[in-house]
């Protein structure tokens, strides 16, 4: 019987000791079902704190107003502003999506229409510089209009004049010539020497323009084209293309004249510099010489600035072009590699 009594009572006190947990915990853990915040508009004054720009109401935090207003303009801002995407209400959590506008190119219309002085160039009258200045001087007419204005366009079918004289674009022609002695390097010549275009007169009709000048002793590559922007280009000084000479003197150069070359020299338009310079087969009066500059008889200058004369000098190579297998005072067409070599400019 005693122990029957003691087996009850100890039931007895269990239950109690679990009920008053389970009261506990009730009080402790809010109901999961309920709502995340409660109404605290009866909440005193004593009960709130701030804490790091937060209020703490009894357990829970709500936003500070500041917060709620700044969000409300926001969110208002993105439903006015016109954007390429759906806009959202605001949230802590989810990151605000960047909204760019890609304003869509307009697409270029080729009306065929190519600018005067390309025209120009395109016909073998001259280079595009040279065409701006003669538009500007009031020599050409389209339609018989006078065009003074430099970025005028014209198409295939007007009416171009150059000097009252009617021309058409030509077929780009490229010449390589193996310029002779006593040979000039002009389209005209007043005492009617021999030129370079009596020499390729029967390469083609159309008119065609030696690309630089070689004095009329100088012998070598010269190239003869229509195409005056190509020509424009390998001759400005701005481009400075690679030129080799092969220069004979009247005596041999002295090893102190060659370093001094080198060097590079002083010359009454200023200072002159080689690239390369060696002698030719243990020969001190014959020479190889590799040069960028464009000036006016530059090879010839340089050597004269020492004492010596030029007794022969031949252009061995320029802008990628050399005279192999071409006999002095013969021509040759250009090859489609070397014209395209050219025209990328894929050389020294």
Known sequence: MRTQ?????TS???KKYTDRKADRNAERKPDRFAPK?????????DETTDSYSKKRVGKSLVKPKEDTKRSS???SSQRTSSTSCESRPYSDKAPQRKCVLIKKQPTKIDDGKIRLNRYLANSGVCSRREADEYISAGVVRVNDVIITELGYKVSYEDK???????????????ILLNKPKNCVTTSDDPQERLTVLDLVKSATNDRVYPVGRLDRNTTGVLLLTNDGDLA???THPKYNKKKIYHVGLDKALTREHFDKIKAGLVLEDGLIEVDELHYLEDMNDELGVEIHSGRNRIVRRIFESLGYKVVKLDRVYFCGLTKKKLARGKWRFLSQMEINMLKMGSFE
């Open 5 to 9: 009594k003691k087996r009850s009572t």
């Open 160 to 174: 171009v004049y150059f000097h009252n004289d009617l021309i058409r674009p030509e077929k780009k022609t490229y």
């Open 73 to 75: 303009k926001r969110f």
């Open 12 to 14: 007895n006190s269990t």
């Open 37 to 45: 915040f409660k109404n605290y508009s009866n909440a005193s004054v």
């Open 232 to 234: 424009s280009k390998l």
